[in-house]
């Protein structure tokens, strides 16, 4: 499959980066849903150094879990079971994004995704924390970081080019992930999980891969 071309140009600015980016369901969702669990927190108050810990602990582990499901659900290799091939509609989705990385319509979390993850987020946070409010904050920094990964990898793929330094870093990370070698470099908003398990080697060391756009399913590329 040919690429399509890039929908930005390289002299976009931020506010039209952002204008670009707020039209997808995805950064609309999770922007409602991050600023009911903050108005929430808000109401309820209850603030306590439990918050602090909570959103502590989220943060920490975000690289870790970014890691995880790229790896292990959106890289997940389909498989025959009793002649049934197994495969999972986010890893097929995901396929779709390596073959095409310029299309937006395929950077952002599927809609699909949210019926199910809002659910069984709310539900468990509230069966798991002491508090309602200890839950609210839990969901409002969680909903939030989720809206954060979002704009980092959309900007990874589009041509604007960001003005900071740790976002051109992000950028160059997934990037070598989708022009490089499909084998490293998972992390997307945040980079400390490719470093702590490795896989952010020095690019100049690494062939570049001929499984970048198929991910080795080359029946599926065809």
């Given at each position: 499959m040919t690429p399509s071309t890039p929908q930005t140009e390289a002299t976009m600015t931020l506010a039209d980066a952002g204008r670009v980016f707020i039209r997808f369901t995805s950064p609309r969702v999770l922007a409602i849903t991050a600023a009911v669990a903050w108005m929430l927190k808000s109401v309820e108050g209850d603030w306590s150094r439990t918050d602090a810990l909570v959103a502590g602990t989220i943060l920490l582990l975000w690289p870790v879990q970014e890691w995880l499901l790229h790896v292990f659900v959106l890289h997940f290799r389909p498989f025959k079971l009793f002649g049934r091939t197994i495969d999972l509609l986010n890893a097929r989705e995901h396929r779709k994004h390596h073959r095409d990385p310029w299309n937006l319509s395929l950077v952002f979390i599927p809609t699909f995704?949210?019926?199910?993850?809002?659910?069984?987020?709310?539900?468990?946070?509230?069966?798991?924390?002491?508090r309602p409010a200890v839950a609210s904050i839990a969901l409002a920094v969680y909903f939030t970081l989720s809206l954060h990964y979002e704009w980092a990898h959309y900007l990874a793929h589009i041509r604007y080019v960001p003005r900071t330094k740790h976002y051109r870093r992000v950028v160059r990370h997934h990037r070598l992930h989708h022009f490089k070698n499909e084998r490293y470099w998972y992390g997307v908003s945040m980079l400390s999980g490719d470093y702590l398990?490795?896989?952010?080697?020095?690019?100049?060391?690494?062939?570049?891969?001929?499984?970048?756009?198929?991910?080795?399913?080359?029946?599926?590329?065809a």
């Open positions: 995704v949210f019926f199910y993850s809002i659910p069984v987020l709310w539900t468990v946070a509230h069966l798991a924390a002491p398990l490795r896989t952010a080697p020095d690019h100049r060391t690494v062939p570049t891969s001929d499984n970048v756009r198929s991910l080795g399913l080359e029946s599926e590329a």
